[in-house]
């Protein structure tokens, strides 16, 4: 079945870099594409970016300086990378697919991850 | 950059009432449109897709309707797993832009 889970670090310091990676199963991230999406602490959703699965990459202009998205298909793995991290960039961090309707069926559960000083 | 707002912020119904929410686009968005539910804790859940069409297995005391800037999602009969923030966004087109999400409280 198809399933997407997050992993990355509980806690990043100030002006660090984040990374978080995004394990897919049940699918092939040649055929889909997959999003992330963050929610800081009771606030909504935003999204941050894409991996197509020809390979190309599109990013939210809010974030497009610092932050990469990249994959290693033969893990069935995407990758976030965020780096000159601040406070407010404590969230939950969510990737999910998209269908090939360009729906977002499927969600990992999201880790959080807490910008310290 | 498109922007999508909802409102109301948050709601107060009743089980088995009726509820409506709206979203909309800063610019035509066609029915590019999706909703989804969040309970706390949980990741978000598709509910409608290009605006009217209920995902699978969704109870169709749900609906979606709109074209262009305004959309709607009603829920028939609310129930008291209902209770969730909903969130529309939208999609088939870069920026996926979501909305600032509906909380819709039980009495």
């Known amino acids: 079945q198809v399933q997407l889970k997050e992993t990355g670090p509980d806690l990043v310091q100030l002006t660090q870099t984040l990374s978080i990676t995004c394990t897919v199963s049940?699918?092939?991230?040649?055929?889909?594409?997959v999003h992330w999406v963050r929610q800081p602490p009771g606030k909504g959703l935003e999204w941050m970016g894409a991996m197509w699965n020809g390979g190309g990459t599109d990013y939210n202009s809010a974030f497009k300086s610092r932050l990469s998205i990249s994959r290693d298909t033969s893990k069935s793995q995407v990758f976030l990378k965020m780096n000159s991290l601040q406070t407010d960039d404590t969230a939950k961090y969510f990737c999910?697919?998209?269908?090939?309707?360009?729906?977002?069926?499927?969600w990992g559960q999201g880790v959080m991850v807490t910008v310290s000083s | 950059n498109i922007v999508m707002t909802q409102s109301p912020k948050s709601m107060s119904i009743s089980v088995g009432d009726r509820v409506t929410m709206n979203c909309k686009a800063s610019q035509n968005v066609y029915n590019n449109i999706a909703w989804y539910q969040q309970k706390p804790g949980q990741s978000p859940k598709l509910l409608i897709y290009y605006a009217s069409n209920r995902y699978n297995g969704v109870p169709d005391r749900f609906t979606g309707s709109g074209y262009g800037t305004d959309f709607t999602l009603t829920i028939n009969s609310v129930q008291a797993e209902d209770a969730a923030f909903y969130y529309c966004q939208r999609i088939y087109n870069s920026p996926w832009t979501f909305g600032g999400g509906t909380k819709l409280e039980l009495k």
């Open positions: 049940g699918f092939s991230l040649t055929t889909y594409n």
């Open positions: 999910a697919r998209q269908s090939l309707g360009a729906l977002f069926d499927y």
